[in-house]
């Protein structure tokens, strides 16, 4: 027979499980940024398949842990909406990836480094917002959102910036459209650990 100290000290195995998530989207949004940074932009995609791997055998983890475990540390509902917004993170990230390998002789005069810069940024909040959950602390939470929100907003502004550029006229129909698509799926990655992080925050809203 299983105490329920046992059973409780059971159930902080989804925090584990995810900081394991959080951290796989980081890494893949740390693997991006220095893709992006590099003189010859070479894509290597083995750093971001790796990543998603990661990710997907840790939404796996949390889903059967979910059907096995009798306690939780959090609501249930609250464990999978977190679980699924990290998971879209590292696949936002190597849809870029993916898609800049085949496009990247019409990308080298285009510098996507400073917003994967924000993009790394943003992911490394969200593992510490993560990482905050075992604690169910509010202010510390609070200020990892707000430093999450200034950060999505700092991309807002840049994506104008951008808009600027593909009106300008300097550009052809297909640097326009390239330009456009890339940057636009940068901006829902980032979108995508706002997400996560207002779900985190949320959590420690109802908990605290």
């Not at 070479?42 to 791997?53: G, N, S, T």
């Not at 550009?171 to 706002?194: P, S, T």
């Amino acid at each position: 027979m299983f105490s329920l100290q046992t059973m409780f000290g059971q159930g902080k195995q989804f925090y584990t499980l995810l900081e394991e998530a959080a951290q796989a989207a980081l890494d893949a949004a740390t693997a991006l940024h220095q893709m992006l940074r590099e003189a010859d932009r070479q894509p290597a995609l083995d750093a971001f398949k790796l990543a998603r791997l990661r990710e997907r055998e840790a939404s796996n983890k949390i889903s059967q842990a979910l059907v096995d475990s009798f306690i939780t540390p959090i609501e249930r509902e609250d464990i999978e909406a977190l679980g699924s917004a990290l998971y879209k993170i590292p696949k936002q990230i190597e849809k870029f990836a993916d898609r800049y390998a085949l496009a990247t002789r019409h990308l080298e005069h285009i510098d996507f480094a400073p917003r994967a810069a924000m993009l790394e940024q943003a992911a490394g909040v969200v593992v510490k917002m993560v990482k905050q959950l075992r604690h169910l602390k509010l202010e510390p939470m609070k200020a990892l959102n707000d430093q999450l929100r200034t950060i999505e907003n700092e991309a807002d502004r840049l994506m104008l910036e951008l808009y600027r550029d593909i009106y300008s006229g300097r550009l052809d129909a297909q640097q326009m459209f390239l330009l456009k698509e890339f940057f636009e799926i940068l901006e829902k990655a980032i979108d995508r650990c706002r997400e996560a992080g207002v779900v985190a925050y949320e959590i420690v809203l109802k908990n605290s």
